[in-house]
T-cell receptor, first 112, second 111 residues
Framework: DAGITQSPRYKITETGRQVTLMCHQT?????MFWYRQDLGHGLRLIYY???????DKGEVPDGYVVSRSKTENFPLTLESATRSQTSVYFC???????????FGSGTRLTVV | TQLLEQSPQFLSIQEGENLTVYCNSS?????LQWYRQEPGEGPVLLVT?????EVKKLKRLTFQFGDARKDSSLHITAAQPGDTGLYLC???????????FGQGTTLQVKP
């Protein structure tokens, strides 16, 4: 199916475990982004990528790792999950710097 | 650090009323976007404005970009229950492609 898909949709993990959130887009968009959404903080940028093998930090990158070996995939890894990383995570893509983003449906992550 | 302030944060109105949501910053943006988000889903793009003073209309929604490209407004005419949701403004940087989001305005339209 065309579009941007995130998996899993819901995830519960324990403190200290590594967890990877997946994001896949079918448009070959150059730009991809990871945001987290929390009550009172809105959407905050974690990492972004302008192209394959090019990534850069956003506003709240600590505790997260990204990679982009292929244009269509942009996985987000929490190296050692903490309770403060409980959040809803959104992946987005965009063809260039001006047009709007297309967001995935999100992953709701709970760290216990 | 670029910041976008949205107001009001919450709005509860009756069907048929008009409303305006504001998005303000001290920073200049190359583009300003508005999104609408429903519970359990990702934000969906409504409009992108790129020129200072630009006005765009989308049915009952009117979007305006300030002359100095630091602020924007969203006006909804004759609101309907289907307009209920979270409205987000986002300022874009042409250099990085990154968007900075406002905190959002939660709109409830009662029948």
């Amino acid at each position: 199916d065309a579009g941007i898909t995130q998996s899993p949709r819901y995830k519960i993990t324990e403190t200290g475990r590594q967890v990877t959130l997946m994001c896949h887009q079918t448009w070959s968009h150059s730009y991809m982004f990871w945001y987290r959404q929390d009550l009172g903080h809105g959407l905050r940028l974690i990492y972004y990528s302008a192209a394959a093998d090019i990534t850069d930090k956003g506003e709240v990158p600590d505790g997260y790792v990204v990679s982009r070996s292929k244009t269509e995939n942009f996985p987000l890894t929490l190296e050692s999950a903490t309770r403060s990383q409980t959040s809803v995570y959104f992946c987005a893509s965009s063809p260039d710097r001006v047009y709007g983003y297309t967001f995935g449906s999100g992953t709701r992550l709970t760290v216990v | 650090t670029q910041l976008l302030e949205q107001s009001p944060q919450f709005l509860s109105i009756q069907e048929g009323e008009n409303l305006t949501v504001y998005c303000n910053s001290s920073s200049v943006f190359s583009s300003l976007q508005w999104y609408r988000q429903e519970p359990g889903e990702g934000p969906v793009l409504l409009v992108t404005v790129v020129t200072g003073g630009e006005v765009k209309k989308l049915k009952r929604l009117t979007f305006q970009f300030g002359d100095a490209r630091k602020d924007s407004s969203l006006h909804i005419t004759a609101a309907q229950p289907g307009d209920t949701g979270l409205y987000l403004c986002a300022g874009g940087s042409s250099n990085t492609g990154k968007l900075i989001f406002g905190q959002g305005t939660t709109l409830q339209v009662k029948p």
